[in-house]
């Protein structure tokens, strides 16, 4: 290990699966380098630890016991409250653990850490989630206005996608750095078999703003006899158990997977549905098309920037069109009889070990 090198932090919740991604994905391109995880999450409201044996953690203090049992709009509350009270006590926290690596850079994900970076005097790298950025800067001027702060003190602020780049720039006047946050080509290509495709899966998070409701509504309206599959990092519960009684007998709700199962499950998968209100570069419709599926999504910006492999497995939603669920699903089953084949320009944009080296290049 070579100790002349900044030691790596990346500062993150343990149950987040783009922290947890990231840090992973750090350590195998930085096989030489000290790379640790800070954090003050590894569970509660339902989710699982991600963390594993072997992992470099350092806990900040933990809330978990803190929170609720489940997920649900109150518990999100309840959770921004407590970080918020605990905020200034995780500062002094943070610093104390730092110290100890004197030689470092520091990288935030997302907007939270970012900003307890900067309640604690501690430079760092930050990677703002696609919400805080797109959606709640338009709801509180507060928020917009702590939001433009925490991102120009940033010393660079790295994005997934132009959409994300653009609205930095509108908010806080920040030239933030596009850089996919890949997924993992390779774990994808162990599971990737000649099975029959037949699924057509729900993967978003289980909230209106992914609009699974109407994904249910459409179904039962125009596609009764099409079995849909639900697998989601997170729900709220409330609008899950209102949505509950609307799956058909055949539906399958399996809620939050490993990634290995995931990426068995897309295997078998026919289509992928996503939908969401607003939207930034989302990685788990990537995955599913590396994995060798179709999907189903509504028109993003994100989706001009994909090489032409990836484009062809794309169906581009008309949410007035009655019928668009039957259309995706007759335009997969064409497609799928041909084996994606990744082209060198998708690997290069999407691989995470190429994708994150990038990163470690210029700003480790």
């Given amino acids: 290990m070579k100790t002349d090198l900044p030691t790596v932090v990346i500062l993150g919740g343990a149950r987040d699966f783009h922290a947890m991604d990231w840090y992973r994905a750090v350590r195998r391109v930085c096989p030489d380098r000290k790379v640790i995880f800070v954090t003050d999450l590894f569970g509660g409201e339902g989710y699982v630890d991600l963390s594993r044996p072997g992992d470099e953690i350092h806990s900040l203090i933990v809330i978990d016991k803190l929170l609720f049992a489940g997920q649900s709009r ?12 605990l905020l200034p006590v995780q500062a002094v926290k943070l ?11 520091v990288h935030a994900h997302p907007m939270y850490y970012m900003a307890l970076c900067l309640m604690a005097g501690i430079k760092y790298v930050g990677t703002p989630q696609g919400d805080e950025i797109l959606i709640r800067p338009g709801r509180s001027r507060l928020y917009k206005y702590f939001c433009r702060r925490v991102l120009q003190e940033a010393s660079a602020v790295i994005v997934d996608s132009l959409q994300m780049k653009n609205g930095i720039e509108a908010i806080a006047g920040v030239n933030a750095h596009v850089f996919q946050n890949g997924i993992n080509v390779d774990d994808i ?13 729900s993967i978003r998070g289980m909230e209106d703003l992914y609009r699974i409701s109407e994904i249910v509504e459409i179904r039962n309206a125009t596609a009764a006899s099409t079995p849909l599959t639900f697998i989601y990092p997170f729900a709220d519960a409330t609008y899950l158990s209102e949505l509950r009684p609307h799956f058909g007998p055949q539906d399958n709700d399996l809620g939050r997977l490993q990634k290995h199962e995931m990426y068995r499950l897309l295997s078998e998968s026919l289509l992928v549905i996503s939908i969401p209100r607003s939207d930034s570069s989302p990685r788990s419709v990537y995955e599913s098309i590396f994995a060798g599926a179709c999907v ?10 994909l090489p ?17 669920l ?26 995470e070990n190429r994708s994150i080296g990038k990163v470690v290049e210029k700003f480790y």
């Fill in 189 to 201: 290509f162990q599971y990737r078999m000649p099975n029959k495709r037949e699924r057509v899966v």
């Fill in 326 to 351: 039957s259309h995706a699903v007759g335009f997969a089953k064409r497609i799928v009889e041909m084996p994606f084949l990744a082209s060198e320009q998708a690997l290069e944009l999407y691989d």
């Fill in 95 to 105: 610093r104390r653990i730092l110290d100890k690596f004197p030689n470092r850079v």
């Fill in 308 to 324: 032409p492999c990836m484009r062809s497995r794309v169906f581009v939603v008309d949410l007035a069109d009655s019928g668009w």
């Fill in 74 to 85: 109150y518990s999100n509350l309840w959770r921004n409250c407590v970080k918020l009270l």
């Fill in 296 to 305: 189903a999504v509504t028109y993003n910006t994100w989706i001009d920037a």
